[in-house]
Each structure stands twice: as structure tokens, then as C-alpha cells.
């Protein structure tokens, strides 16, 4: 009977945990190749109507550096303004930008650009003088 009470006294053994690192190349998508993927744009969608998501979007609009008061200490410094406008635009723009991943924007066709010798008639020439200018 005391080896029955020793064995179920005994902890029980668990399977040791293994943590794996996978290491993956990250995303070289850019915002427009993100927007123009729809499966994306309504999973970002989806996130970004949650109201938590939302409310913390809206703190980091309300902690804007915009809102800061900008400390000169009495004397102007240019390279100071320009880095606190630079920070601000910046912060501006990442705010957009992650705003703007949940809507779609369909693909548009590239330009091509032709180099070929553009063919403009007599008539649409006469207008003008040898010096390009339009006559009166």
C-alpha cells in the first residue's frame, strides 16, 4: 500500500518544451503593392473598425509632437525648427499611412514610355513661328 501512496505522491512528468526560432526574410511589400491586394486590405479593414484599435489610434493622434510645445529658450534656432517640422510630418504621414492599408485601391497600368518620333500635321504646325512662339 506505501508504494501506491509513493508513486501518486511522485509529480508527474511533463514533456519538455521546445521553443523553436524560425527566422524569416521580412515583407518587402510596399503600401501601394498592400492596398492593392483586397484580401489584405479587409483583413486591415476588419482591424482597424475594432474599437480598441481605433481608441489607440486616436491616443496617438491626441500625442501628436504637434501638440508639443516647442521650448526655444528665447532664441530661435532654425535647425531645431526644421527638425521638430520634420518630425511632426513624419508622424503625420505614418499615421496615414497605416490608416490608409484597409482601403483598396485597384491596380493602375504603368506608363510606358515611348521615345518614337511624334508625327504633329502641317495644320497644327501653322500656328506657330520658327522661334516655337504662338503667332497673334
Known amino acids: 500500500m506505501f ?13 519538455e518544451r521546445v521553443i523553436k526560432v524560425i527566422e524569416r526574410e521580412l515583407g518587402s511589400l510596399t503600401l501601394g503593392e498592400w492596398c492593392q491586394d483586397k484580401s489584405l486590405c479587409t483583413q486591415s479593414q476588419n482591424v482597424l473598425t475594432s474599437p480598441i484599435v481605433r481608441q489607440m ?24 525648427r526644421a527638425m521638430h517640422q520634420a518630425k511632426c510630418e513624419g508622424y503625420t504621414n505614418c499615421l496615414a499611412d497605416f490608416e490608409s492599408m484597409g482601403h483598396y485601391a485597384s491596380p493602375t497600368e504603368s506608363v510606358e514610355a515611348a521615345f518614337d518620333a511624334e508625327e504633329i500635321s502641317e495644320i497644327e504646325l501653322a500656328p506657330f513661328k520658327a522661334d516655337g512662339k504662338r503667332t497673334a
Open 57 to 80: 489610434i486616436q491616443v496617438l493622434h491626441n500625442s501628436h509632437p504637434a501638440f508639443q510645445v516647442f521650448n526655444t529658450g528665447g532664441k530661435i534656432d532654425t535647425n531645431d
Open 3 to 15: 508504494n501506491f501512496l509513493k508513486k501518486s505522491s511522485l509529480p508527474h512528468t511533463r514533456p
